[in-house]
């Protein structure tokens, strides 16, 4: 069999095995999947997301064909839209890398987005927007994207990540919807106003990397709807259409030729426009600030629940659960929160109105896929309760004179339900039992749950854009919605409060578009023989806005919203002029879906008389529609034991890229000549894997040739498993495996290596405080590496063959100084140590290192420069760091397996002076920027310029005592 008719086989056995590893990344685990074809789509999904498919198919057409009527220009592509309803994490997002697609997570609506009156068509809409604008292309770039694939375009020099959601978020909220429209959305750009920290249009491109790194979301989606408002829409597909073109060297270029005046006069005309309530009180609040809890200082406070005991909330800085007691905050001295638990990834919290449980919702990153987990806390045996099940959301302890239900949200396909499950604390393990169930009708959302005791529980429910708050019992037998006194009301946050009150007394947060968040009280008697609600509005606004609102006695605590932190704030209940309105009540107004159903799963699937059309999901054809681009990427990184390493690149060629629509199975194939190294080569590379770190793998190979024929065959295998586990800790284990035949060079001789790491870590680093750099906690790895080599011919002979066991240990420590630093700074000297022994290299193996890296001074700037825009400024760091170890290459170390066998040998050696310990410390200051022009204007590319100066004994430093240098990332 000669070499092509090989090479053809090997790449149509590769072809056949695809459908087998096809279902992975983001649909792993799924049995069949389906694709339904529209005009423009191919919709890909799994027979349980049928539903959300059906609902695209009947409306993606109309609304390409209108959003591509409103930039001006005609449907003119068609492109795969991928729907997963095994990510419980809601997100969508498009990519043009190989080609278009989108993928959405078909699951639970998240609190940001719950903004629509139809959420999957509206969040359809914002990532469809994003394919439109990228695609304005001119019919030159248009014929070479045919050529090259979609990802062929100018934009890269232009469209920043800031300039592309502001597009997206304009459009989605042009009718009405969208978070444009949302008072709670809109609050970091007014606060911004209000604080007098309005950033430039140049500081919200993207290139952040500190809270709130996702403002250029909604600066720019503000600015965009104001110069569609002011100046049209033709104007503003004109604007992008140049710059997708890059008919101008810059953005500020094609804005003046579009608009005719400076991007800079326009960004200042739209902070004027944007309109700020009036306000009440100082503009800075801080008369109302709780003292002894950590303000300005980077914390974001959320999340505030009423216990009889006192208040719990979440620092989502942290992912950390405190509690104050009420005594204490009756005081009205400082108070002294205490830590009640910490876990990573959580997204909410609940206590029951009896304050014994505590439950939380938290992502789990663990399996093959994301999912939507919960806890239990037993606040009274200090016990951690695990919930098996996922796709959980806003869970609570409902409490019934000692008895005790587990309500939470679950979702299927478009449909909501509430599922209550009994608490059986019985046994010495407590477990949970079906109780019973409550399903939605299309376009219902429960959320909020919040304990009334006596088997009741409250809830907000969400009807397309209306809200109203629901009061049920756990049977489901009565249930009571109040709907809102105010049109276009949208309220969050639900607490019972401590109210002496027969009434069921309720706090929360309320805001319209003409109000910042305020705070809202409602009555509800049960009693009455027609029961109703008395509503209490705040008629004050307040900068930071009422958030999370709890109230004990005469006294609020909320948590308020501010531009680049959120604090712990109290004052009178009275300051806040509530104004009573009553509410209506409708008896079984939540129940219009299917009725109670004892032990059911609440799901209500939709029936249709015309079933959706489907043809199986075929995987071969996307192979074929990737990105090629006419250079290869082709590198050989090779070298032999006691031999300068060689590595070079073959440039001169192609590379051919392709992956399924949901970003996995990706196959890279390159092709290249290199002139310095006179050969060329042929490259396969191919990875897959879960879509979290379960378990990834890839493979990489390299054939290359020269003048006297077959030169070398190259290939890397690497797969790596990691798993998150208890409250904050990680495991991991990674396998990689080198393997190289053949000559290094012309004159070579043929030789044959291997190298095997097998390296397993532990950590459970985590953050600690507000703080940019304050983490705690340890990291233990051990990597086992064996290294063969051999040299073929002319004459066999072994070059090294011995195998070794590294050890590293490294300790966070998030402060030296006990002190909480303030405004954006660093100066309590956060510390990492660093220690290793036996780390094996191919060039070098070292006894024992001990290095540790202190922050002597920080301060996160994140700012673009004046005057020179395209550069961004991230932070300037000052720190200090110290090396020190001992090598063990010389006449007692050299070729031996497991050095940590030796250590006697060496201690000795040391003792004698036979091996010295080399120390020195280095001194460094180092700015971190951003490129902050079109796609590289992101924090993926942050890079760090620096100046050092080493000191110590004159003979242990390196060879450069100081060091001008440059760490890139792009």
């Known amino acids: 069999m000669n070499k092509k008719r090989l090479f053809s086989s090997v790449f149509l056995f590769l072809l056949l095995l695809l459908p087998a590893y096809s279902k992975q990344g983001k649909l792993w685990g799924t049995k069949e999947l389906r694709v339904t074809q529209t005009q423009w789509f191919d919709i890909i999904y799994a027979e349980q997301s049928e539903p959300t498919a059906a609902l695209l198919y009947a409306h993606a057409d109309d609304i390409y064909s209108e959003l591509a009527a409103s930039y001006g220009v005609e449907p003119s592509f068609r492109m795969p839209v991928v729907i997963t ?86 459009y989605e909220s042009s009718k009405g919807e969208g978070r444009l429209n949302d008072p709670y959305a809109l609050q970091m750009v007014r606060q911004a106003k209000i604080e007098g920290k309005f950033p430039s249009y140049s500081d919200v491109k993207g290139a952040s990397d500190a809270y709130p790194a996702n403002s250029f979301y909604y600066f720019n989606g503000s600015f965009a709807q104001y110069l569609q408002q002011e100046y049209g829409m033709q104007k503003y597909a004109e604007f992008w259409y140049r710059c997708v073109n890059f008919k101008n060297l810059s ?65 989502m800085s942290t992912s950390c659960i405190y509690f104050i007691p009420k005594e204490q905050l009756q005081s009205n001295s400082t108070v002294h929160p205490k830590k009640v638990l910490g876990k ?40 951690w309760i695990p919930v098996n099940q996922t796709n959980i959301v806003n869970p609570c302890v409902i409490s019934d004179s000692g008895e005790y239900y587990f309500v939470y949200q679950s979702y299927q396909a478009q449909r909501y339900s509430i599922q209550i499950q009994k608490l059986d604390l019985s046994a010495r393990t407590p477990s949970l039992k079906p109780h019973s169930s409550k399903a939605f009708n299309n376009f219902e959302v429960p959320t909020a749950f919040t304990d009334l005791s006596d088997g009741n529980f409250a809830f907000i429910k969400q009807s397309g854009l209306d809200f109203s708050i629901c009061v049920s019992n756990c049977d489901f037998s009565s249930i009571l919605e109040y709907s809102l006194p105010e049109s276009g009301m949208r309220i969050s946050g639900l ?35 027609e029961p109703g609600a008395q509503f209490q509005l705040s008629s004050l606004n307040f900068s930071g806005g009422v958030y999370s609102p709890v109230v004990l006695g005469d006294r609020l605590f909320y948590s308020g919203e501010f531009y680049k932190d959120s604090r712990f704030l109290t004052a009178l209940v009275a300051d806040f002029c509530l104004i009573g309105e009553s509410a209506g009540t409708s008896s079984n107004g939540a129940g219009s879906g299917s009725s109670s159903n004892p032990a059911g799963n609440g799901s209500n699937s939709d029936t249709r008389s015309n079933p959706l059309p489907y043809t199986s999901f075929n995987p071969s054809p996307y192979f074929f529609k990737g990105f090629l681009i006419p250079v290869s990427l082709l590198q050989n990184d090779n070298s032999i034991s006691n031999r300068e390493s060689k590595s070079y690149m073959l440039p001169f060629g192609f590379t051919y890229y392709a992956a399924l629509p949901w970003d996995a199975t990706a196959l890279m194939l390159s092709g290249g000549y290199g002139i310095t190294s006179k050969s060329g080569g042929l ?102 590496t064996y290294l063969y080599e051999k040299e073929l011919a002319p004459k066999p002979r072994n070059i090294s063959n011995f195998a070794d066991l590294g050890i590293g240990l490294n300790f966070y420590i998030p402060k030296l100084i006990p002190v909480t630093c303030r405004d954006n700074f660093t100066y309590n000297l956060p510390t990492k140590l660093n220690t290793s022994a ?111 100066y080493s000191f110590g004994k004159k003979e242990n430093l390196p060879k450069k005592v100081f060091n001008l240098g440059l760490e890139a990332k792009f």
């Open 85 to 170: 309803s095994g990510v419980e994490q809601f997100n969508a997002y498009f990519s043009f890398f190989p080609y278009n697609h989108i993928v959405i997570y078909d699951t639970a609506v998240i609190p940001d987005l719950a903004v629509f009156s139809e959420t999957l068509l509206s969040v359809f809409t914002h990532e469809l927007t994003h394919v439109l604008t990228y695609n304005l292309r001119s019919p030159l770039y248009t014929s070479l994207s045919k050529v090259f694939g979609d990802p062929f375009n100018m934009h890269y020099f232009t469209i920043t990540s800031g300039m592309a959601e502001g597009a997206t978020l304009a």
């Open 251 to 315: 953005v500020a270029g094609a804005f003046k030729k579009v608009y005719g005046l400076k991007l800079s006069k326009a960004w200042k005309n739209f902070e004027d426009s944007v309109y700020i309530p009036q306000l009440s009180g100082s503009a800075n609040m801080k008369e109302f600030y709780l003292k002894g809890v950590n303000n300005q200082a980077g914390s974001r406070f959320t999340n505030l629940c009423y216990s009889p005991q006192g208040i719990y909330y979440l620092d």
């Open 344 to 383: 990573d990834y959580i997204d909410s919290i609940t206590v029951s109105a009896d304050g014994r449980f505590l439950t939380v919702s938290f992502y789990s990153f663990s399996e093959a896929l994301d999912k939507h987990k919960s806890g239990i806390y037993d606040l009274q045996k200090k016990k």
């Open 495 to 529: 607490n019972i409060t401590d109210s002496l009150d027969e009434d069921i007394v309720l706090s929360f947060s309320w805001a319209t578009k003409q109000t910042m968040p305020r705070l809202g009280i409602v009555k509800i008697n049960l009693e009455q023989q």
């Open 683 to 784: 490259g396969l590379q191919y990875s897959n894997g879960t879509h979290t770190t379960l378990f990834n793998y890839a493979i990489n190979s390299l054939v290359e040739f020269d003048q006297k024929g077959f030169r070398q065959a190259n290939g890397n295998l690497s797969a790596s498993t990691g798993v998150d586990f208890g409250k904050i800790s990680y495991a991991g284990l990674t396998l990689d495996q080198n393997l190289l035949y053949g000559r290094i060079s012309l004159a070579d001789n043929t030789f044959v290596k291997s190298k095997t790491s097998l390296s397993a870590t532990y950590t459970n680093r985590t953050k600690t405080g507000p703080g940019t750099y304050e983490r705690g906690g340890m990291a233990l790895s051990v990597v086992l």
């Open 838 to 948: 036996f780390t094996y290299a191919d060039s070098a193996s070292d006894v024992f290192v001990v290095q540790t890296h202190t922050i002597l001074f920080g301060v996160d700037i994140q700012k673009a420069v004046p005057l020179l825009s395209c550069l961004y400024l991230n932070d300037l760091i000052l720190t200090l760091d110290y090396t020190g170890y001992v090598n063990v290459w010389d006449q007692s170390g050299s070729g031996k397996s497991f050095h940590i066998f030796y250590l006697d040998k060496y201690y000795s050696l040391m003792k004698n002076g036979k091996m010295n310990y080399i120390d020195y410390a280095t001194a460094r200051l180092s700015i971190g920027f951003t490129p902050n022009i079109g796609s590289f204007a992101s924090s993926a590319v942050r890079n760090n310029f620096y100046l050092s």
